[in-house]
């Protein structure tokens, strides 16, 4: 069926489209023919047409309800001469109210108005219809002054004024509720911001009582195994922290049955008041919801706690309900960060629990505290001392004492890289910057974004390489090389070196704005020679544990041997005096250590068999090179990096030698 509907009334085009707003969607549900009743009514009162278009006006101007009703009665006063209108609002007492009026109208009693209400339309002056309304209290329209009403007008004007009230209404609640959408966005927002479980909570608790309107908030997680609540915040009560049992009061039946629990001023019977007695405060009205967790499972509630105004409503539980699904969703993703911060908190205290810094002479006390000091900083740290002095042990216990400590410490050996690989490591590069670049990479000091990066002999960096860092430590940016952009980060470097940096900066072979960045904060590690009885406290802690190790009983150690290992001049210091007990604890059977058995090397060094002289030149030195790389291997047990160090040559020159001299099969 095609509806048509032509309508002049003084200009007033828009009619159309008021029937059309108004009454097409009643259509469908009707059986009456809505626009025949109007059609008619308007061709029986032409007046009529004019007040639709001022009703129409209302809908579009009211600011609210009273505003409306305002409207709805000057609208009718206004189209016919003489009439005055007025709306009459129902009480909770049943009592009748007048909350709008236009025109003189009379007084009428609240028996007058019980029997209107019940009557639904009265035709004649006054003339009387209702306006019953879902969720809303019983509204009456009085119209008086117009005697001569035709019954059919009546008719139209009550289903028009029903249907612009009713679609007010609606159009309301939607824009309340875009409203309140629109704040709860911006407040689950705010919680997605925030990344500690604690400063989480609280700033739910904080907004949501903002949002409900309520005087306070808390919100319960379930520790089942215990079979408590701890409520957080709670204000009064020492850390904040409320534990309850969780099969009492409202919030131990929500959780218990996973419903939303309403308690208003009558039923506060049903209120836990043990809680009330802890936190000194009296509640009159609470509002609870579970919490639920991605699998639907309860793991805590999300409590309101008395309403500013009145009672919490449906509207209060719906809200909440929907709030606390946002707030179960970040606070599950919360707690698992939480989880696995405290994990990586427990791995970083194992780590730093494993880190031995041996010693009892005033310069290792003096140390412990120089290392307190110096972790409580951010600023960088130059670590000196002789080879297996302990430079990386102290700059190990430098990171995890620090704030940075569950952060990576991410270590590089720039003695360990040539040049250009050396940049690629710290920096990272682009695919494609050189070749054999296939992928983007990210380089250490990326890596150990947040927490240290220790740079093992820096002294053997490349003057580029210094100058980047240089950049790094300054400007707290680096860019990957082949790359454009500056990449931010937060890093504290840890510098080490056993060479004489100054006499390097002197010879132009090491910046010395950057050994001046560095030197901020040194250390110095003292020889272990001139540790005094450290040398014997080490040497017994050694002992004592690669027996262990070796399962075994603990030897003494002499007297005689004491004294030599006092004597000793230790070149390699902490390192050989661990590796001479580690061969005594594996290769010495006795119970007791004297001087004659104990590994020490002499002051010349141990030495390497003489070659055959019978050799020819090639032979006699391919030969000597064989023995002395064997020996340096069976020094540091197989260690490489560690034997190409001893002798002073890189470890991939090494692996070639060692190649070239059969030391190794090709595969290696
Ligand atoms: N004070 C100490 N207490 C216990 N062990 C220590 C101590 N100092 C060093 N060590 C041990 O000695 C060995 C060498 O220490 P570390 O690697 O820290 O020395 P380094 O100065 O960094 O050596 P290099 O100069 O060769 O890099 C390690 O096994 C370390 O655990």
């Given at each position: 069926m095609v509806w048509r509907l032509f309508l002049y009334n003084g200009g007033e085009v828009r009619i159309p489209f008021l029937f059309a707003e108004l009454l097409l969607p009643a259509m469908n549900s009707s059986d009456h023919d809505p626009f025949q009743l109007l059609g008619e009514a308007i061709q029986e009162n032409p007046r009529l047409a004019t007040m639709l278009t001022q009703l129409w006006r209302q809908l579009g101007t009211a600011q609210d309800l009273s505003q409306l009703f305002d409207g709805i009665c000057q609208a009718l006063a206004k189209s016919f001469p003489g009439a005055a209108a007025q709306l009459l609002c129902q009480q909770s007492t049943g009592d009748w109210k007048r909350m709008a009026s236009a025109g003189k109208t009379s007084a009428i009693s609240s028996s007058q108005s019980q029997q209107w209400m019940q009557a639904d339309i009265t035709s004649g002056d006054p003339a009387a219809f209702s306006l019953p309304l879902e969720n809303e209290p019983h509204r009456l329209l009085v119209l008086e002054g117009v005697p001569g009403l035709p019954a059919r007008s009546l008719q139209a004007i009550a289903q028009v004024t029903r249907f612009a009230v009713k679609r007010f209404i609606e159009n309301q609640n939607k824009s309340d509720r875009s409203q309140r959408l629109k704040a709860m966005l911006t407040m689950v927002q705010r919680w997605h911001q925030t990344d500690d479980l604690i400063s989480l909570l609280n700033e739910m608790a904080e907004s949501s009582t903002e949002f409900f309107g309520a005087e306070r908030a808390s919100i319960f997680l379930w520790d089942k195994p215990k079979h408590q609540l701890i409520g957080r915040p709670a204000l009064g009560v020492e850390d904040g922290k409320l534990v309850v049992p969780d099969d009492k009061g409202v919030v131990g039946a929500v959780v218990q049955t996973g419903e939303p629990r309403r308690v208003d001023d009558m039923l506060g019977h049903e209120v836990n008041r043990d809680i009330d007695k802890q936190l000194e405060f009296h509640t009159r009205s609470l509002l609870a919801v579970p919490l639920l967790d991605r699998k639907g499972k309860v793991f805590g509630a999300f409590e309101l706690i008395n309403k500013l105004d009145g009672n919490f409503t449906t509207k209060d539980e719906q809200g909440l309900m929907e709030v606390a699904v946002h707030a179960a969703a970040v606070l599950e993703s919360s707690q698992q960060i939480a989880g696995l911060m405290e994990c990586r908190d427990r791995i970083a205290q194992a780590q730093a629990s494993e880190i031995q810094l041996i010693g009892e002479s005033p310069a290792m006390i003096e140390l412990r505290k120089n290392i307190d000091r110096i972790a409580a900083t951010k600023l960088p740290v130059l670590v000196l001392g002789e080879n297996g002095s302990g430079k990386e042990v102290v700059s190990r216990l430098i990171h995890y004492q620090s704030d940075r400590r569950s952060q990576p410490l991410v270590a590089v050996n720039?003695?360990?890289?040539p040049d250009t690989l050396l940049e690629s490591e710290l920096f990272g590069h682009e695919k494609g910057a050189f070749t054999g670049a296939h992928e983007t990479k990210a380089g250490k000091f990326e890596l150990a974004s947040g927490g240290t990066l220790f740079l093992d002999e820096i002294g053997d960096m490349s003057l580029p390489g210094q100058a980047k860092l240089l950049r790094v430590l300054e400007n707290h940016v680096v860019t990957r090389l082949g790359g454009q952009t500056d990449i931010e980060i937060d890093v504290r470097v840890i510098a080490a070196t056993n060479q004489d940096l100054p006499k390097l900066v002197k010879e132009k072979k090491f910046r010395q704005d950057l050994f001046y960045r560095l030197d901020v904060v040194s250390v110095n590690l003292p020889p272990l020679r001139d540790r005094g009885n450290d040398i014997l406290i080490l040497a017994q802690q050694f002992l004592e544990q690669f027996s262990r190790k070796a399962h075994r009983e603990i030897p003494m150690l002499s007297a005689d041997a004491k004294d030599c290992l006092l004597a000793h001049p230790w070149p390699g210091n902490i390192r050989e005096l661990r590796n001479t007990m580690e061969r005594i604890a594996f290769l010495c059977d006795r119970e007791v250590i004297t001087s004659e058995v104990l590994p020490l090397e002499t002051s010349t060094g141990p030495q390497v068999h003489q070659v055959s002289a019978q050799l020819d030149l090639a032979a006699a030195t391919d030969r000597f090179q064989a023995d002395f790389i064997s020996y340096h291997l069976g020094r540091t047990g197989g260690n490489m990096a560690q034997a190409a160090k001893n002798m002073g040559v890189h470890r991939s020159n090494l692996h070639r030698k060692m190649k070239q001299l059969g030391l190794l099969d090709e595969k290696e």
């Open positions: 720039c003695a360990a890289l």
